[in-house]
């Protein structure tokens, strides 16, 4: 009995130690040792035929020869266990996943665009805060309290005690600016604006502008307009034409609507049918007009001596008109699909 103990043993080791095989083959060699008809199984059921004085030995050695088997089996399994993940996990063979990487947004790329533009004709990136006092948003820019054109904009309040609100455009940032810089200058100023506007595919209660101000000695009319149309010809293609409007904002004296050529008929036929301008042939673009005395004066300045131009746009109206868009809420709804093209 005990040399058949001990030949079992060597066996088992010897068997289990050499196994390289998977799961499958160790389990099969656990139900051989172990099992319910197993080899070590089997010498337990010989005990009944061992003298009584030779029981607690030999049974001493089947016991332990059955945890010396169940150990080796339990380490072996393991083993199978490890490689078969790790060959699972593994493939130098197959491409990689490519991680998805992220894009300028639409409305910074414009932004972005139209500063370099400004940058390079030697304007520099002016920024003013979000939240504005009625002093800087109205007052400063000759647009008082009883003024009309005020009442469109005049919302979004954060305190009516402390007469602050969110702005409802860049141009304070005139004001802010001159007060504390002196002439001569020439600035842009990207930003958020926030209007009390429905939104629809025109309209959006929050968007952005591009404002600008130059101002100096003997700086004129012909200086805006040479300035804004070397600005549109970059912007939209040397083949766009100007036309400046007539128009009325009470921080410029005179005003204009500017406006480009349709980007998509060029005006030339004036087509109804044409899905960008419906006809009109011209697209207004932004508002600008010499800066009003009256602000020079609220920051300081002596009119008689400095002149000086402003215009503002809207970004997500060039872009709209520069890539085609037909939905303003598309800029604000962060859909991939969309974001993705650009
Ligand atoms: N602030 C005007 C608006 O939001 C845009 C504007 C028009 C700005 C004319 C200007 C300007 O600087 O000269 O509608």
Known sequence: MRDQIRSIEEDAIREIGACGGGKDIVESLRIKYLGRKGVITELFKKMGSVSAEEKRDIGGLINSLKEKVSTALNEKMALAAHSAEESGRIDVTLPGVPGRIGRIHPVTKTINEISALFISLGFRIVEGPEMETEHYNFETLNIPLE??????????????????????????????????????????????????????????????????????????????????????????????????????????????????????????????????????????????????????????YDPVKVTGFAFGMGVERIAILKYGINDIRLFFENDVRFLRQF
């Open 147 to 300: 003024h009309p054109s005020r009442d469109a904009f005049d919302t979004f309040y954060l305190s009516f005690e402390k007469k602050i609100l969110l702005r409802s455009h860049t141009s304070p940032v005139q004001t802010r600016f001159m007060e504390k810089n002196k002439p001569p200058f020439a600035i842009i100023v990207p930003g958020r604006v926030f209007r009390p506007d429905a939104t629809d595919a025109s309209h959006s209660f929050m968007f952005h502008q591009v404002e600008g101000l130059v101002v100096g000695e003997n700086i004129t009319f012909a200086d805006l307009k040479g300035t804004l149309t070397t600005f549109a010809r970059q912007m939209f293609g040397k083949d766009a034409r100007m036309r400046f409007r007539p128009s009325f904002f009470p921080f410029t004296e005179p005003s204009a609507e500017v406006d480009i050529s349709c980007i998509v008929c060029h005006g030339k036929t004036a087509d109804k049918r044409c899905s960008m301008c419906g006809g009109k042939g011209w697209l207004e673009i932004m508002g600008a007009g010499m800066v009003n005395p009256k602000v020079f004066e609220a920051v300081g």
